[in-house]
C-alpha cells in the first residue's frame, strides 16, 4: 500500500483550494437564482458528466447497500443543502465552520448512539471546538441573530452522513457515493422547485424563490461549480488512497483557511480576530478528534 503523506496532503489542500474558491461564487447565484435550481442544475451537469466517463471508461455503477447508500446520501446532501443555503447569507468561512462542526457532532452521536467511550482529550476537544464555532458565527455577541446558527444544522447532518459511511458503506466505491449524494441534492432542487410552484409563493430571494430560468452568468458558475466540485473529489479520493487517512482527514480543515483567504481577495471579507481564532479552535480540534479517534498519539 502506498504511503505518501506529502503528496497526499497536497492533494487534499488543493481540492480544498478550490472549494474554498468556487464556493465564494454561490453569492452571485444567489444574485438572480435560486438554491432549488442551482442544486438541480449543478446535479444534472455533474450525472452528465459522470455518465459520460462510465460510457467512455465502459465501467458500471455498484452499489453493494441500496439502504446504506440512500441514507447515507439523504443525510449528506441535506447537510450540503443548508450549507449552501447559508451561503445565500453568509460568508463562506463562517458557513464552513458550522459545516466543519461535524467531527464534534460524530464524537457525541457515536457516545450516544453507539456507547462510545471518549477519554478527556477528546472530551475537551469537543468543548474547544465548539467554542471555536461560536466564535465564528457570533464573534460579536450584540448581532447575535438565530440565522448565524443555521450552518450548525449542516454539521450535524454531515456528521450523520459520516457516521453512515462508516457504518452502512464500508464496501461502496467513491464514486457511487459521490453521485448518490448529488442525485439527492438535485431531489432536493426539483423538490423546493416544486412546492413553490404549487404553494404559488414565489419569492425574492435565494430560498425562497422556485425555478428560475439561468441567465448565461448564473449556468456559468453552475459549469464551474459542477466541475470544481468533481475535480476536488477526484482529488480527495486520492489524497486517501495516498496515505492513512487518520493523517490526511486533518488536511481538509484547511478549507477553513482557504475560505477566509479567497473571502477576502474575491469579496473583501474581514473576519474579526475573534472569528479567526475561532477557525483555528476549530480546526485545532477537529484534527484533534480525528487523530485521538483512529488511534494517532496526539
Known amino acids: 500500500m502506498q504511503n505518501r503523506p506529502l ?31 442551482f442544486h438541480l442544475l449543478r446535479s444534472v451537469m455533474i450525472w ?39 451561503l445565500g447569507f453568509l460568508p463562506v468561512a463562517q458557513a464552513a465552520a458550522g459545516l466543519f462542526s461535524a467531527p464534534i457532532f460524530v464524537l457525541i ?35 447575535l441573530s438565530p440565522a448565524a446558527f443555521v450552518p450548525l444544522a449542516a454539521g450535524l447532518f454531515y456528521a450523520m452522513a459520516a457516521i453512515a459511511t462508516r457504518e452502512w458503506c464500508p464496501d461502496e466505491h467513491a464514486l457511487t457515493l459521490t453521485l448518490g449524494g448529488f442525485a439527492f441534492m438535485g431531489l432536493w432542487g426539483l423538490l423546493g422547485i416544486v412546492s413553490i410552484a404549487v404553494a404559488g409563493g414565489e419569492g425574492a430571494d435565494f430560498l425562497t424563490r422556485g425555478w428560475v430560468w439561468p441567465t448565461p452568468e448564473v449556468l456559468w458558475w453552475c459549469i464551474v461549480q459542477a466541475l470544481g466540485s468533481l475535480i476536488a473529489v477526484v482529488l480527495l479520493t486520492r489524497g486517501y488512497q495516498l496515505a492513512e487517512a487518520s493523517l490526511v482527514s486533518v488536511f481538509e480543515y484547511s478549507v477553513l483557511g482557504f475560505s477566509a483567504l479567497f473571502g477576502l481577495l474575491v469579496w473583501g471579507d474581514v ?18 478528534i480525528a487523530l485521538r479517534g483512529r488511534g494517532v498519539p496526539a
Request: glycine share 8%; no cysteine; hydrophobic share 65%.
Open 7 to 37: 503528496i497526499a496532503a497536497a492533494h487534499i489542500m488543493t481540492a480544498m483550494a478550490i472549494i474554498g474558491l468556487i464556493d465564494q461564487f454561490i453569492r452571485v447565484i444567489a444574485i438572480d437564482s435560486s438554491l432549488w435550481t
Open 48 to 86: 452528465t458528466i459522470a455518465l459520460a466517463w462510465l460510457a467512455i471508461s465502459r465501467k458500471r455503477l455498484e452499489v453493494v447497500s441500496w439502504r446504506g447508500v440512500l441514507a447515507r446520501s439523504a443525510f449528506n446532501a441535506t447537510g450540503l443543502l443548508i450549507y449552501f443555503g447559508a
Open 109 to 143: 452521536l457515536s457516545v450516544a448512539l453507539f456507547r462510545l467511550r471518549i477519554g478527556p482529550v477528546r472530551i475537551v476537544a469537543a468543548f474547544t471546538g465548539f467554542a471555536g464555532v461560536l466564535m465564528v458565527l457570533s464573534p460579536d455577541v450584540s448581532t
Open 271 to 288: 473576519l474579526s480576530v475573534p472569528a479567526m481564532l475561532g477557525l483555528l479552535l476549530i480546526a485545532a480540534a477537529g484534527s484533534l
